[in-house]
């Protein structure tokens, strides 16, 4: 029996996705739940278990292939009916080299396993490879060589007829470096190879994914919310060392403590004062949704585009509490591998360019939100302190802090109360008492 697995909805109403990695090849033996791939879709990369057992026949799409919902993009059959069969008749050897053990009774026993729910179960077992026997390539024709998937993919892109390559390996499976020996330059599997560049050239890569998603959705905020910014540059002295402190401290010795934690916590607590910031315009409903919670979204560059996920709940979690969701986060969404469900659903977000030296700027609003954070960089600056006879002029740790917002609801007034009041807890953290 075949089975084939079709491209599912990983969820939010996802119509595609793109196959970015293969985790199995043909000829493994997997079971129900083993990782076969991962996928990009517009919101993040997802990996997909399998839902069958059994000894993995045909990879039917090829990485960095876009497919729709839908789509059969793996072949899994029978373990004993697959072993019966003859190697040549199978598909393309695996990406990995071949086993040195056989594996045939206990094999059989691992790939039966109970049918539990896709996404579930124990992934703690390595993938089994089935016996396999090789021979030796075919001289009459390409068909018959037997070459890993990679290689063959390179052969196609420069015209290599594949019965024409020697292979190195005593099993006779031509790979990449069989191509390279043969062509004299470096085997890509990424596409066809192409002739080097002038200097002055260019080079285009498709607007897909995660970083398509936030393109429309920034279009989208920037032409239908009528944004405001207004900004203010604080000495944040008190707060770096309040830092310094918490470091030092037994409860944050598993927590990365930074400033952003601290902006965090006076966003949170400025929204005391003025809920209407964590609110939302419904213009469909031509309502003003106030929310009684706080889903505090983290934007971070990832290789795939921007994320933003949020943490759920944020404002009733302590400052220990908050700093690690902060970090398991923003640890995630490096990997590009967020999951949908948190990169929806936020209600404010702060997004920190500090890091990259920037002394401030006025960021577009998240879609399905009213207000969002810019954090600069800190730096030491001259800064005039004291007062009368005892004003000075000190270097100071100083930053610009920036709020946009919607202004068909969050008027002047609510905007700069706001804003003043986080930039009061950033400038004395003593001042969060009054909130």
Known sequence: MVNE?????????LTEAEIVEWHVAVGDVIKVNDPICDIETAKSVVELPSPYAGVVQELLVEVGTEVQVGTPIIRIGDSAETSASSPEASAPPAETSPPSVETSAPEQEETEQPLTLVGYGSKED???????TVSAPSAATGAGVLAKPTARKVARDRGVDLSTVVPEREDGVITTADLEALTGSPASTTGPVEPAAPVGGERREPIKGLR??????????????????????VDVSATTELVARLKARREF??????PLLIVAKACLLAMRRTPIVNSWWDDAAQEIVFKDYVNLGIAAATPRGLQVPNVKGADRMSLVELGTAINELTATA???KTPPADQTGGTFTITNIGPFGIDGGAPIINPGESA????????????????????????????????????RHIDGEAGSTYLSDVAAVLSDPATALMF
């Open 5 to 13: 697995f079709k491209l599912p909805d990983v969820g939010e109403g």
């Open 126 to 132: 390595a993938v089994v490879r089935r016996t396999r």
């Open 212 to 233: 398509k998603q936030m393109g429309q959705a920034m279009v989208d905020s920037a032409f239908t919310l009528p944004h405001v910014t207004i900004w203010t540059s």
């Open 334 to 336: 490096r990997t590009g």
């Open 253 to 258: 010795a598993d927590v990365r403590v930074s």
């Open 372 to 407: 969002i954070l810019s954090v600069g960089a800190i730096k030491r600056q001259p800064w005039v302190v004291g007062t009368g006879d005892d004003e000075r002029i000190e270097p100071r740790d100083v930053c610009t802090i920036a709020l946009s917002f919607d202004h």
